[in-house]
């Protein structure tokens, strides 16, 4: 099974803080994303990376930043929390042999900036 | 622009019957996939069922069926025989020209005995 491993279920942080969300997958899957999750509005795509060094912007990238140093890892950074950045936070990773691969997830970490 | 659209923010479900979850989207890119998902309250996401844009026949996986109708652009999740566990969010989601997706907001379904 496809194993998704977000390093944390549950972070409070203060405004202003750098922080760091990490996530590792075992499936030797080339496209990896970050999304947050806020009610009414789905998931949003921050950023996603197609290759190790690789990153690409997605629909809401404003305040936040990625590192993809090797292929399995994949960070997601806020340079400088504030408030409006409290949200659920889901890290997916999928194969690049074809559209039709589905999109595997963690299991989100819960963020609170204070 | 592509757009999913999941206009039903909740819905209710008696055990052991079906259930049809709405899904409708918009591209103009011919070649596209479609996909559900399913979240309980714990959180991950859970893929449910794939439908290619070129598929000829609906795609089916155990209690899940999707109705895909390309004329009208929907992709109906279906869920026959509804169990307690099946109380959880759904997403749609759409995939196109790259390997990235976009997401409804969500359809909250709850099964009650």
């Known amino acids: 099974d496809v194993k998704v491993t977000q390093s944390s279920r549950y972070l409070v942080k203060r405004t202003g803080e750098k922080v760091f969300l990490e996530c590792v997958q075992d499936m030797d899957h080339e496209n990896m994303f970050w999304y947050r999750q806020d009610p009414g509005l789905g998931l949003r795509l921050i950023y996603f990376?197609?290759?190790?060094?690789?990153?690409e912007k997605g629909d809401i990238p404003e305040g936040y930043s990625v590192s993809r140093e090797k292929k399995e890892r994949f960070s997601l950074i806020l340079e400088s929390a504030s408030t409006n950045q409290t949200s659920m936070y889901l890290c997916?990773?999928?194969?690049?042999?074809?559209?039709?691969?589905?999109?595997?997830f963690g299991d989100g970490t819960r963020l609170s900036i204070l | 622009a592509q757009k999913i659209t999941q206009t039903q923010p909740g819905m209710f479900v008696q055990e052991k019957e079906a259930v049809t979850l709405d899904c409708t989207y918009d591209t103009s890119d011919p070649s596209y996939g479609l996909f559900w998902y399913k979240q309980p309250s714990s959180g991950e996401m859970i893929f449910l069922i794939y439908?290619?844009?070129?598929?000829?026949q609906n795609a089916t996986e155990g209690r899940y069926s999707l109705n895909f109708q390309k004329a009208r652009k929907s992709a109906n999740l279906v869920i026959s025989a509804s169990q307690l566990g099946d109380s959880a969010m759904y997403f749609c989601?759409?995939?196109?020209?790259?390997?990235?997706?976009?997401f409804g907001t969500g359809t909250r379904l709850q099964v009650f005995p």
């Open positions: 997916a990773s999928s194969s690049a042999a074809g559209r039709d691969q589905p999109q595997h």
């Open positions: 989601a759409m995939s196109y020209n790259t390997d990235k997706l976009i």
């Open positions: 439908q290619g844009s070129y598929d000829q």
């Open positions: 990376s197609y290759d190790v060094k690789m990153k």
